[in-house]
């Protein structure tokens, strides 16, 4: 958070006037989950129930699923390459257009020791929790996918397409929050340039993508299943009953 610069930590006079400046004061929470590959995750998020975002657009749309199989299908018949990759810390890319601010809590003294307890902060970056994070990443990939010179499609406006310079035809780029599927003659190429921008994890043929298993077959096949999805889905069913249920 620190060094993407999410915060502006603001001088103790002000701690009085930040309400008289415009600023809505919110709280900061540390959230665990349990990914479903097992990962364990821990996000400082902000309050942003609390905000009035009133007048801001708060809606960022997501790739259809139906998306997905059809560029498989596009990969496949024009034998294709396709990558996956993950955009780390995604919404700390986005500036805030919100103006919030909170009380930094004992951990950031410990990041920093000349950060005393309760220091103010205005948040300038699209921290997770406010209402316009999303809406503000999501302006904020699509101007660089632009810049790249790419076109949301219009069956899909999160699917993005760009013809070769060869004209012989398109490459293209879908986006799922901070997850990406390239697929291109050269999709590596274009990933290089989104690293430029952003840190990128991943970059390899997709295994699992978006709740979904991927395999390919030596003739450039692809094979789409759910079965990672089902499994981790029926023991957090089985979690919650109680009970066990025989082997599919």
Not at 46 to 51: A, D, N, T
């Amino acid at each position: 958070l620190m060094e993407m610069e999410t915060f502006k930590l603001m001088p103790s006079e002000t701690k009085g006037s930040m309400r008289q400046m415009g600023y809505q004061m919110l709280p900061l929470r540390c959230i665990f989950d349990i990914k479903q590959d097992g990962r364990h995750k821990a996000r400082i998020v902000i309050g942003g129930h609390l905000v009035d975002s009133s007048g801001y657009d708060t809606y960022a749309g997501n790739m259809k699923s139906i998306s997905a199989r059809l560029l498989m299908l596009i990969t496949a018949a024009n034998n294709l390459q396709v990558i996956t990759g993950d955009i780390g810390n995604a919404y700390l890319n986005a500036k805030s257009d919100l103006k919030t601010a909170v009380a930094l809590g004992k951990e950031f003294n410990v990041y920093d020791s000349k950060i005393p307890e309760h220091t103010l902060a205005a948040v300038e970056k699209a921290l997770y929790g406010l209402p316009t994070s999303a809406n503000r990443w999501h302006a904020h990939l699509s101007d660089n996918l632009r810049t790249m010179g790419f076109k949301p499609t219009r069956f899909d406006p999160d699917v993005w397409i760009k013809l070769r310079a060869d004209k012989a035809g398109y490459d293209y780029i879908s986006t799922h929050t901070e997850d990406l599927m390239i697929v291109a003659q050269d999709p590596s190429q274009h990933m290089s340039t989104i690293r430029e921008k952003y840190t990128v994890k991943g970059g390899d043929p997709p295994k699992f993508h978006l709740g979904c298993d991927y395999q390919q077959s030596e003739d450039n096949k692809w094979k789409m299943g759910t079965k990672s999805y089902v499994e981790e889905c029926m023991k957090r069913v089985i979690d919650l009953l109680g009970k066990r249920v025989k082997e599919i």
